[in-house]
């Protein structure tokens, strides 16, 4: 069967014949992954999805990774363009950064059909799944909130892709829900993946009296971790994408929110005719165990409880948090506070 005729029977939810079932093999699935697929973050997340994919479904799966530690969109669409040239039947894109090229690219290549992890666009072709990371970023919050001494708190990350900024965002809002009086050091570094500045950030964060810091990154994590473990159980760390208190007892916590999965369910639900566009599909907390914030062993009973209760809160709706921040960054290079619109110059120097 030609896979146009193939995927207008799965687009209309027809049975396929045996034969055809077979045939479905031929079908197609590429995952663009823009940063390093073994950085023990967001990007080895979108490897294991793949992995997944291949080994669950009964498909042709490949992966192209490592495009641009900056997520320049520029090189992130030349490299959609190149994956489409090839004829897959579907390209999910990993990662926020992919929104303004995959509604370029998909564009392009209308008879292929388009996902971005992460992302907030739609199209004829196109469609988001999103786990929902601003939710366990909220309870991370308020781990933080409940757990400092110093009362000061830090943030590090990369890029500044929407969902980065909504968790920074949700991250704050947990915080100042349980300690409104807590100082607040944010700053994103440009490069998700660089452990030397990476690590710079939390130095400057610790000298300024920060004593957990939540860091959304990839392999620039490491950095992170090196620099903490240089102040003797003094500082503490959260993770997030994927359980970071089973790695490494500097964590108190990790906001976990496995992307693995809404790639797998992307794939599947393509290939049982599921799948449409022009949607935005959500797993958030409550849902499995995709989204969830994990605990140290040491994170005593009554904060436990408290975010038990908030968390049913949250899921309840009876919170409502604020996924924009407003507020100034810390600028680690100065010790000063900066405007976020500084940024933008960072931006123009990656």
Not at 43 to 66: C, P, T, W
Not at 90 to 100: R, V
Not at 126 to 142: C, H, I, K, P, T
Not at 255 to 273: P, R
Request: aromatic share 6%; hydrophobic share 40%; charged share 20%.
């Amino acid at each position: 069967m030609h896979k146009l005729g193939r995927n207008l029977l799965i687009a209309a939810g027809l049975a396929l014949s045996p034969l055809a079932q077979a045939m479905a093999a031929d079908t197609d699935i590429a995952v663009l992954i823009p940063g390093k697929h073994d950085d023990g973050g967001f990007m080895q997340a979108a490897h294991r999805g793949y992995e997944k994919i291949r080994d669950q479904l009964d498909v042709n799966a490949s992966f192209v990774s490592n495009i641009s530690a900056t997520s320049d969109p520029v090189q992130l669409t030349e490299a959609m363009r190149e994956l489409a040239q090839k004829g897959p039947d579907m390209i999910i894109a990993h990662g926020g950064q992919c929104n303004g090229p995959a509604q370029t690219v998909s564009q392009e290549f209308p008879d292929i059909k388009f996902v971005v992890i992460q992302g907030h666009v739609q199209g004829p072709n196109l469609s988001s799944y999103v786990v929902r990371q601003e939710d366990s970023a909220w309870l991370a919050g308020a781990l933080a909130g409940l757990t400092t001494k110093s009362n000061v708190v830090g943030h590090i990350s990369g890029a500044w892709p929407k969902p980065g900024l909504i968790g920074r965002a949700a991250f704050y809002d947990g915080l100042m829900h349980v300690n409104p009086d807590a100082k607040y050091l944010t700053w994103f570094t440009g490069d998700l993946d660089n452990t030397g500045i990476n690590a710079e950030a939390a130095a400057a964060e610790i000298a300024h009296n920060a004593d957990v810091i939540y860091t959304m990154l990839n392999a620039g994590r490491q950095g992170v971790i090196d620099e903490i473990k240089k102040h003797n159980g003094e500082v503490r760390h959260i993770g997030n994408v994927s359980d970071w208190t089973q790695v490494d007892d500097t964590f108190v916590g990790s906001a976990v929110a496995d992307a693995s999965v809404a790639i797998l369910n992307a794939a599947q639900d393509f290939t049982t005719g599921k799948w449409q566009p022009d949607r935005i599909t959500e797993i958030g907390l409550g849902q499995g165990d995709v989204v969830k914030l994990t605990l140290a062993e040491d994170v005593s009973p009554e904060v436990r409880a408290k975010l038990d209760e908030l968390a049913e809160k949250l899921i309840s709706g009876e919170i409502t948090m604020n996924t924009t921040y407003e507020g100034k960054e810390f600028h680690p290079a100065t010790g000063d506070f900066v405007d976020q619109s500084f940024k933008e110059t960072l931006k123009t120097k990656s």
